[in-house]
C-alpha cells in the first residue's frame, strides 16, 4: 500500500479501487505483452492491495476468508 494512500471502512471504496486496478492493467499497452502467469501475479497483487486498504478488523477477516477460498480452490485444481 502506497504511503499516501488511506485506509477505508467503505466496502465500495475498495471495490471501486480493484475495479479501476484491473480496467487499467487491462487498457495498458502492456497488457497484449504480459504471459498469462504474469497477468494472474498482477491482477492478484491488485486485488490484494485492495483488501489491505481496508481498516481492521475487516481487513484481517476478508484476508482470512480469502485464504479459506484460496485454499479450497488450490485443492479443487490438484483433483482435476
Known amino acids: 500500500m502506497?504511503?499516501?494512500?488511506?485506509?477505508t471502512d467503505d466496502n465500495d471504496d475498495?471495490?471501486?479501487?480493484?475495479?479501476c486496478g484491473v480496467q487499467?492493467?487491462?487498457?495498458?499497452p502492456e497488457a497484449a505483452s504480459l504471459?498469462?502467469?504474469e497477468h494472474s501475479r498482477r491482477v492478484a497483487d491488485i486485488v490484494l492491495n485492495g483488501v489491505t486498504r481496508m481498516k481492521e478488523p475487516k481487513r484481517s477477516r476478508v484476508?482470512?476468508?480469502?485464504?479459506?477460498?484460496?485454499?479450497?480452490?488450490?485443492?479443487?485444481?490438484?483433483?482435476?
Do not use: T
Not at 2 to 7: A, I, L, Q, R, S
Not at 63 to 80: D, I, P, S
Open 35 to 37: 504471459n498469462d502467469e
Open 63 to 80: 484476508l482470512a476468508y480469502l485464504k479459506v477460498m484460496l485454499e479450497e480452490e488450490l485443492r479443487r485444481a490438484g483433483q482435476r
Open 14 to 19: 475498495v471495490i471501486e479501487w480493484v475495479q
Open 24 to 28: 487499467e492493467l487491462e487498457e495498458s
Open 2 to 7: 502506497e504511503p499516501d494512500e488511506e485506509v
